[in-house]
């Protein structure tokens, strides 16, 4: 028999992943064209071409040893050294190569910087709703997950709820911004808010408490929001970025760390996540990925592609009497359930060949995540299915019909 | 401050990376071609042409979605049927593509059947000398390493102590063959006596003990020693397989388990493996050269080329009187140490501008390894230096003076 943990994940095992599989059979059985499979953050706009263009610039230019061999666990100089430069370009920041640490995805950029500052039984916060893996992320180092709730209407944290669930075991806080799954963009003065709760609390326990920020959704913003860059309000923080989205190479697992310069005992985390890097078995982060990334530091995915899905199917289902907060970032829309149970609402959205996670899966029942990073034919072709769906809930208000 | 346990991996960490740094620094003072740098296995000869054109076009054909995109954790079908087959083919096996898992390298390979078979303080075993990662792998899943002293006339496993050190808590052993550090091939009588001593222990116990294969060097052989393929003498048994070596690729973190189809509760095992990636982070190994490898599964780099390397190095030390055996596959050379104290050895080679890792990092004092995975020309131009060494510690025998 395998492990008994590893028996319970099983059991439990992600519901993002079976919505994904059970959409594919049913593809199988009515046609692809005639399931709307709105469950997975699977990117739908190409690489750009550029990025193909110096993946076969590398093979053809380096020689083998350089191009496939190993090198320091942290990455290659020179694509570190990029990506700081890129940063300070950007946001003001004062990185160095060596504040930068590649990884495989920022799932990998995680669970780095997990291993690097969790002993048994810290504690680290979340803000939910929250993507759920962080559930095993945190568990995988020994950590304790401990939830702050939400403010519903807008979807900031409570910060009231997150002052009172920092204890003295308290090690890090997961800054997911823009949010997955509520495309929320936690603002510049929730950020201050939080960095002085912790810069205070800091204090009073003795220790660094540590902002881990997860922004693989970083460039996917609309209407001209921002989103705040963590090193410039707090200085323990460690950046996790993946190149999934804004690249549009999810299946490549390419990603960094970003040490703030100013962080307590900065050498020594840097190492520690050299050292984490290697000894979790991820090694380095894949090498021919890492040198086209040199390249391609201003390459962007199509944004535009994905505001027009946001922008379709937000005014459609608001119209149709679902409620749900404009996305300001990423490609989630995240619905309240019209059905006091989530669950039966999910069902009853795949009569229609509609595919929705459930909030649950988010730590935040009572509401669904809607993927638009699809098609936009798909979401027009959908749209007489949400029609029948809003009609079997009675939501389609007067005015409209 | 970061975890107390990386404030004390770093304190210890890796003596290979560690020495592979110095010779960089050595490098830049005297000039790297003065440098006889033998302390790490990083694969010196060139990738496949196939492979690096296999990439090509993979970018060139496949659409982005499909090339870069998500696929099930598990990895493309596709390619999982091509090593299925391959293996079969070669071995005489019966694998599905089911039974195949990619994964971020060996590395990552053995995290994911770790972290899918290990409760907290399962114990591993481990056949010194062994390769010092394997520590960290078994500690990231709460596991305990227990290790089997190795029979040093031949550098088989100790049997008896093998059996001995079986306990109720044994969960695994790991078998890596050909062994990093010595070069030595485990023969099929080995395995098969291991084998059977599991096979009576499993029943004592009434569960299961896995086999655990660690093969990147399985195509590293020479003077047509065979390698014995685990699943056919042991039903309970992953392989886990890299193809940095095979490929000279190990910067791009690509690898596989391959799970005995008549393992017991197999199905159940590989859904555990599928999580574990996604779980630990790795998420899928990375697609593009999952892509590439379809078409290359008899792709070999250059094994002649260690082959000549083996034969230079391993004559002449032995000439001069150092005392090692001589290796049947992988790329290395573990070489008794001269001096009782192996650092002081370590030291000494250094003067000499000769980098060798200690023994102790494998678990067996009293060694050094050298690693012969470097140019040709590099041994040539090293002798003079191995000649001065052997002449400090009066190695030289009479008959060669």
């Known amino acids: 028999m395998i492990s008994k943990q590893m028996q319970q994940e099983i059991a439990g095992s992600s519901a993002i992943r079976a919505m994904f599989l059970e959409g594919k059979e049913m593809a199988k059985k009515i046609g692809a064209e005639n ?48 990506i700081a430069q890129n940063l300070n370009q950007r946001f003001g920041t004062e990185f160095e190569f060596k504040h930068i640490v590649m990884t495989v995805g920022a799932a990998g950029a995680l669970n780095v910087v ?15 709703p929250y993507f759920g893996e962080y559930r095993g992320y945190i568990a995988n180092h020994q950590g304790i997950l401990k939830e702050v709730k939400p403010d519903t209407s807008t979807f900031q944290p409570d910060l009231t709820d997150l002052e009172e669930k920092i204890s003295e075991k308290t090690k ?55 989103v705040p860059f963590l090193t410039k309000y707090y200085h323990n923080t460690f950046v996790t970025y993946s190149f999934s989205k804004s690249l549009s190479i999810p299946g490549e697992r390419i990603g960094y760390i970003a040490v703030c310069p100013n962080m307590a005992d900065c050498e020594q985390a840097i190492s520690g996540l050299s050292v984490a890097n290697r000894i979790l078995g991820f090694v ?34 608001t119209k149709l009497g679902f409620s749900c907060i404009k996305p300001q970032g990423a490609f989630y829309l995240f619905i309240q359930s019209p059905d006091p149970e989530e669950k039966k609402f999910v069902e009853t959205a795949k009569k229609y060949h509609i595919l929705l996670v459930g909030g649950t899966s988010f730590s935040c029942p009572g509401y669904v995540r809607l993927a638009y990073c699809v098609s936009y034919e798909m979401i027009e072709r959908s749209l007489p299915a949400f029609q029948k769906l809003a009609e079997e809930y009675k939501l389609i208000p007067e005015e409209s019909c």
Chains 1, 2 share one sequence.
């Open 114 to 128: 997990f291993k690097t500052i969790l002993d048994p039984s810290d504690e680290v916060l979340v803000l939910a």
């Open 35 to 82: 399931v709307y499979d709105f469950s997975l953050g699977n990117p739908m706009t190409p690489v750009p071409e550029a990025y193909n263009q110096a993946i076969i610039e590398a093979v053809q230019t380096e020689t083998s040893l350089e191009l496939h061999g190993y090198m320091d666990n942290a990455g290659y100089p020179e694509t570190r050294q990029a």
């Open 284 to 317: 380095n982060a894949p090498s021919l990925m890492q040198k086209a990334l040199i390249k391609c530091m201003d390459e962007r995915t199509d944004v535009a592609y994905y505001d027009k899905n946001r922008n379709l199917i937000y005014e459609t289902l």
């Open 172 to 226: 890090a806080i997961i800054i997911n911004n823009p949010v997955n799954p509520t495309g929320v963009i936690y603002s510049e003065e929730t950020i201050k808010k939080i960095a002085s709760i912790l810069e205070r609390k800091q204090k009073e326990y003795a220790h660094e408490i540590y902002m881990v920020s997860d922004e693989p959704y970083r460039e996917l913003v609309y209407d001209g929001y921002k």
